[in-house]
């Protein structure tokens, strides 16, 4: 509303000046008079030219008496009367008799507006021009001025939104942990008139999507206070020192409401080990990292102030932060096992209309390996297609089916692709699901399909029947040969030369199996150590090289080893496929018909497995 009444002045504003112009050149136009000097007036009067002279304020214009001359100004001096200039210039009575004195009333406003308009235009334009360039620039000074507050989103506890331990399935050692910061906060005296030491710091980690920033927000939530909550990437700006002095800021204001929370989102931004070297050892983000642990260090613990810090790269946080009295507690996330997921899957299909049939244990038996985060998503995919398929309700199938979507992309059905192509695929895709099939360590396959999703022109889709935790070098030698199984089918059956790009991130991902087979996991005849350090991806996007501890003998051997695991699965996906081939035609006939086959039909088509 204020905006429009002042669009409405500006605009109103504009248009009077616009108008103002144009009214004053129009005048101009019609008239023009020429400014002659009082002397050549003196004169002309003396000639007998004049007709009339109009005194107007301080001019007096002259009408001479040919009509196609020009109006004539003359500029008197102030307080001088015509009467005067006359006299003093010994102006001839008998040429006075003979034109006309009229005096007319300048206060006219058109005149005033004629004569004030060309000193005033530029003015008012500067000046309002002026004015909101100021406006301008105090505007960015004072956000200048603001860089160093934190600006918190802050959760309240009387907030609709605020979640409690209810909203967080499974993560019950989590929760534990918790629940004993959540007592403290609700009555920090209980703790320290026991002398108890309460905790500063406590860091959530685990993998993205295990739900650490739904768990902190719920520990304020339970415990009633409010919640400050910062991403560690907001810290830091384009300017230098706005990161320490924002930290300062965020938390004046949580002791200012103590009991609070003071919620760090992804330290590792700003919580990197420092001196670490990459990026020529970021000033600003060590200055905030000092100022971080210069607070947590500063306030005094019975203040009632607990930060909660979340990360996903424990390995590469500063170890000052992990130094008791700061970050001294640690609760680690998991992937949620399938009971949990099972318990996810309920909070999220409560406000889902659901078939009655619907059985979420069976969507969590398939689905391991997802997230929190991933479930969340799965079942807001599953809504999306039920509306999309003008349902009422989501049905068991509409989430099975979104599952695929989640892993691996969206379908992309109207991708043409020719009837020879479509056979390439179905015929690499039949061998991983034969290999896999055929190799009693492989996990069931689940589904196979030739409809391109994601950047995959094709999967073979498979699943574990349980959680699995730990792989056995018997799996990791079936799954090798399983990912070569498509690789080794096009080679095989079409020759050599006709072996296309499609299994380049087969090869790729299986070489990165059988290199940490040798490299990490001891698994080769090299024996038993790991070579090389592998900073799990120390810095973002990866790219750095692992530090080599081995000489240069060994990372021939290592070379070796990696190449005859790879040789070696290939040989056994081989044998698989030569013995199979009445099935591997059988299924691709299948998929050539249905494009995707599921479990049942890949059991009927393939036969049990040995
Ligand atoms: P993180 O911070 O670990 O990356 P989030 O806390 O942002 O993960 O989780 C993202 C979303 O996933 C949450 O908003 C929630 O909807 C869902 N989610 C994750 N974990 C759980 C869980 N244990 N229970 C219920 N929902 C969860
Ligand atoms: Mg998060
Ligand atoms: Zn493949």
């Given at each position: 509303m204020r905006n429009f009444v002042k669009n409405f002045i500006f605009v109103f504003i504009f248009l009077f000046l616009v108008a103002a112009v144009l009214g004053y050149v129009k005048a101009g136009k019609d008239k023009s008079p020429e400014t002659v000097s009082i002397s050549k007036?003196?004169?002309?009067?003396?000639?007998?030219?004049?007709?009339?002279?109009?005194?107007?304020?301080?001019?007096?214009?002259?009408?001479?008496?040919?009509?196609?001359?020009?109006?004539?100004?003359?500029?008197?001096?102030?307080?001088?009367?015509?009467?005067?200039?006359?006299?003093?210039?010994?102006?001839?009575?008998?040429?006075?008799?003979?034109?006309?004195?009229?005096?007319?009333?300048?206060?006219?406003?058109?005149?005033?507006?004629?004569?004030?308009?060309?000193?005033?235009?530029?003015?008012?334009?500067?000046?309002?021009?002026?004015?909101?360039?100021?406006?301008?620039?105090?505007?960015?000074?004072?956000?200048?001025?603001?860089?160093?507050?934190?600006?918190?989103?802050?959760?309240?506890?009387?907030?609709?939104?605020?979640?409690?331990?209810?909203?967080?399935?499974?993560?019950?050692?989590?929760?534990?942990?918790?629940?004993?910061?959540?007592?403290?906060?609700?009555?920090?005296?209980?703790?320290?008139?026991?002398?108890?030491?309460?905790?500063?710091?406590?860091?959530?980690?685990?993998?993205?999507?295990?739900?650490?920033?739904?768990?902190?927000?719920?520990?304020?939530?339970?415990?009633?206070?409010?919640?400050?909550?910062?991403?560690?990437?907001?810290?830091?700006?384009?300017?230098?020192?706005?990161?320490?002095?924002?930290?300062?800021?965020?938390?004046?204001?949580?002791?200012?409401?103590?009991?609070?929370?003071?919620?760090?989102?992804?330290?590792?931004?700003?919580?990197?080990?420092?001196?670490?070297?990459?990026?020529?050892?970021?000033?600003?983000?060590?200055?905030?990292?000092?100022?971080?642990?210069?607070?947590?260090?500063?306030?005094?613990?019975?203040?009632?102030?607990?930060?909660?810090?979340?990360?996903?790269?424990?390995?590469?946080?500063?170890?000052?932060?992990?130094?008791?009295?700061?970050?001294?507690?640690?609760?680690?996330?998991?992937?949620?096992?399938?009971?949990?997921?099972?318990?996810?899957?309920?909070?999220?299909?409560?406000?889902?209309?659901?078939?009655?049939?619907?059985?979420?244990?069976?969507?969590?038996?398939?689905?391991?390996?997802?997230?929190?985060?991933?479930?969340?998503?799965?079942?807001?995919?599953?809504?999306?297609?039920?509306?999309?398929?003008?349902?009422?309700?989501?049905?068991?199938?509409?989430i099975l089916e979104s599952i695929e979507k989640v892993l691996l992309g969206p379908e992309r059905k109207n991708r043409v692709i020719s009837d020879h192509e479509k056979k390439m695929t179905a015929y690499h895709e039949a061998g991983h699901a034969i290999v896999g099939h055929f190799m009693p360590h492989c996990d069931p396959v689940r589904k196979v399909s030739v409809i391109s999703r994601g950047s995959a022109g094709g999967y073979t889709l498979k699943m574990p029947t349980e959680d699995k935790y730990y792989h056995t070098l018997a799996q990791f030698r079936d799954e090798l040969a399983m990912m070569l199984g498509g690789y080794v089918v096009e080679k095989t059956l079409f020759g050599e030369n006709m072996l296309s790009t499609g299994p380049s991130s087969d090869l790729k991902n299986a070489t990165q199996v059988a290199q940490n087979m040798v490299t990490r996991y001891g698994m080769s005849p090299l024996g038993t150590r790991t070579f090389g350090d592998h900073p799990e991806n120390v810095f973002l996007g990866g790219g750095m090289p692992e530090q080599k501890d081995y000489s240069e003998k060994t990372a021939e051997a290592i070379d070796k080893e990696v190449s005859s695991f790879l040789a070696e699965a290939e040989k056994r996906a081989k044998e698989v496929v030569d013995s199979h081939r009445p099935q591997l035609e059988a299924m691709v006939k299948e998929l050539m018909e249905k494009e995707t086959i599921e479990q049942d039909d890949i059991q009927r088509v393939l036969g049990p497995r040995q």
């Open positions: 007036m003196v004169e002309e009067i003396n000639a007998n030219q004049v007709k009339t002279v109009i005194i107007k304020g301080d001019t007096l214009s002259l009408q001479l008496k040919d009509e196609k001359a020009k109006l004539q100004e003359v500029l008197k001096e102030q307080n001088g009367t015509f009467g005067e200039i006359v006299r003093n210039y010994n102006v001839s009575s008998s040429s006075l008799s003979q034109l006309s004195v009229e005096v007319k009333n300048d206060s006219s406003w058109k005149f005033w507006l004629g004569n004030l308009l060309p000193i005033l235009l530029p003015l008012i334009i500067f000046i309002l021009f002026f004015y909101f360039m100021t406006r301008g620039v105090q505007g960015m000074n004072s956000k200048a001025m603001g860089f160093g507050q934190s600006n918190p989103r802050q959760t309240n506890p009387d907030d609709k939104n605020k979640k409690t331990f209810a909203d967080v399935a499974g993560a019950k050692e989590a929760k534990q942990e918790l629940v004993e910061v959540v007592d403290f906060l609700k009555d920090p005296k209980k703790f320290t008139e026991m002398g108890a030491k309460i905790p500063k710091g406590v860091l959530l980690v685990g993998t993205p999507g295990t739900g650490k920033t739904l768990l902190a927000k719920a520990v304020a939530g339970e415990a009633n206070v409010p919640f400050f909550n910062m991403s560690g990437s907001e810290f830091v700006e384009m300017f230098v020192g706005v990161g320490a002095s924002r930290v300062r800021d965020l938390f004046s204001k949580a002791k200012k409401d103590a009991p609070a929370i003071v919620f760090i989102d992804e330290i590792d931004a700003v919580g990197r080990r420092r001196g670490a070297g990459m990026g020529g050892g970021h000033d600003e983000r060590e200055q905030t990292l000092n100022q971080i642990l210069v607070e947590m260090d500063g306030f005094d613990p019975n203040l009632g102030v607990i930060v909660v810090a979340a990360t996903n790269r424990p390995d590469v946080l500063d170890p000052a932060l992990l130094r008791p009295g700061r970050f001294d507690r640690r609760v680690t996330l998991d992937l949620p096992d399938i009971k949990d997921r099972e318990e996810i899957l309920g909070i999220h299909a409560k406000n889902k209309p659901m078939e009655a049939d619907v059985s979420l244990r069976k969507v969590a038996e398939r689905t391991p390996g997802f997230s929190g985060a991933d479930l969340a998503n799965l079942l807001n995919e599953a809504a999306i297609l039920a509306v999309r398929r003008d349902k009422k309700k989501v049905s068991e199938f509409d």
